[in-house]
């Protein structure tokens, strides 16, 4: 593990996946915790074969500017490794997302974990089946998507590694419940390096379908952490994810956000493609929305849709404005982030994350 990173979660605003990928890794110098020699094994969310930009699966783009970055660097000894979903064809998954291409790109074996070899690891009350190809990686470096999940309510670091494990054991985990073996398999396989791909992420399914435009980039080392902040961003307490506190217990990493240092690197201001169809369209429509930031708007309609999910959307009642166009306007009604603090009331941020906007809207909820 990259100690020097610690409580440490670096983040990039934009949608130039390769190159802001690439200046978070100038800024922290993964490299410097490596022999040249070592096996990096490159781990993204192929849950399915949907394209990117459809919220499910990790943009290609991203790993593209991570193995520039380190083949710049002399680093040679990279592959890339993932087992899709039980009902998804992994091979066809890294046809269909880009990653095929990518691997004759850069000349880099690809690993079918679905067919791989399995080692059966004992921890506590589990055995697991773990891909022997990720067992044997000098450093994992995780590609999580940043989104929501009808059982867990969220996914990204801890439970991509469920990528990992053989199909047999993916059913298992579901029998399961999910949390507990999901904790378990992150204390036997750990993770070196988390780059979440937070540009596009599902709404509220792992499989994609209602994508929301979220345009940023985290990076860090330790993956309870990492989750914790995750579930603020998609309107989330930490503690609401059973699996992010069990991990925490099982000592994998720390769920104790107020220690975190959050480093933003940049900001992004270019208004969003308002999307205002499928389950996003309801949503919408309760929003006044003027040049908004992607990353703004992004979190404010996971925060909608935390508050829809509580069956109190009509108690909101009052007009929501968001956008650079309500720049010092004496706004009436509420206000989402710094451009519209002349708003009666107003959330701070810019962006502010789902989790303080979801908070800021319940005290203003009707009965
Ligand atoms: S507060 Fe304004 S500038 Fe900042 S992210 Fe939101 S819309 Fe963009």
């Given at each position: 593990m990259n100690t020097s990173l610690n409580n440490k979660i670096y983040l990039s605003y934009g949608n130039q996946a390769k190159k802001l990928v690439k200046e978070i890794l100038a800024a922290v110098k993964?490299?410097?915790?490596?022999?040249?020699?070592d096996l990096i094994a490159l781990k993204p969310?192929?849950?399915?074969?949907?394209?990117a930009e459809q919220g499910a699966t990790t943009d290609p783009e991203i790993v593209a500017g991570v193995i520039e970055y380190f083949q710049l660097r002399g680093f040679n000894n990279l592959m890339i490794m993932e087992g899709s979903w039980v009902g998804a064809n992994t091979t066809r998954a890294f046809q269909v997302c880009g990653y095929q291409k990518l691997a004759d790109h850069y000349q880099l074996p690809l690993f079918n974990l679905q067919q791989d070899s399995y080692q059966k690891i004992k921890i506590a009350d589990y055995e697991m089946e773990i891909a022997s190809t990720a067992l044997k990686a000098d450093y994992i470096i995780n590609f999580p998507v940043l989104k929501g999940h009808c059982q867990t309510k969220i996914t990204c670091a801890l439970k991509n590694m469920k990528g990992c494990i053989s199909n047999r054991e993916k059913r298992k985990f579901h029998q399961q419940g999910l949390h507990a073996p999901i904790a378990y398999l992150n204390k036997v396989l750990k993770q070196d390096l988390i780059i979440v791909d937070g540009i596009y992420g599902d709404l509220d399914f792992e499989e994609g379908g209602n994508p929301v435009q979220m345009n940023r980039i985290l990076l860090g080392n330790d993956p309870v952490l990492i989750d914790s902040y995750a579930a603020r961003l998609l309107g989330y307490q930490p503690a609401e994810i059973k699996y992010i506190t069990l991990a925490a217990k099982l000592g994998v990493g720390s769920n104790r956000l107020e220690q975190a240092e959050v480093i933003e690197l940049n900001q992004d201001h270019q208004s969003t493609q308002l999307r205002a169809d499928g389950k996003i369209k309801n949503l919408a429509a309760k929003v006044k929305a003027g040049s908004a930031c992607s990353a703004c708007y992004g979190s404010l309609i996971h925060a909608l849709k935390r508050i829809d999910q509580q069956g109190k959307l009509d108690q909101l009642r009052k007009p929501i404005k968001i956008g650079q166009d309500y720049q010092k306007q004496q706004l009436a009604g509420l206000g989402i982030g710094?451009?519209?603090?002349?708003?009666?009331k107003f959330v701070p941020g810019c962006p502010p994350s789902a989790g303080d906007i979801l908070e800021f809207l319940q005290a203003e909820l009707v009965n």
């Open positions: 993964p490299e410097q915790q490596l022999k040249k020699s969310n192929l849950i399915n074969a949907t394209p710094s451009c519209c603090s002349k708003a009666e």
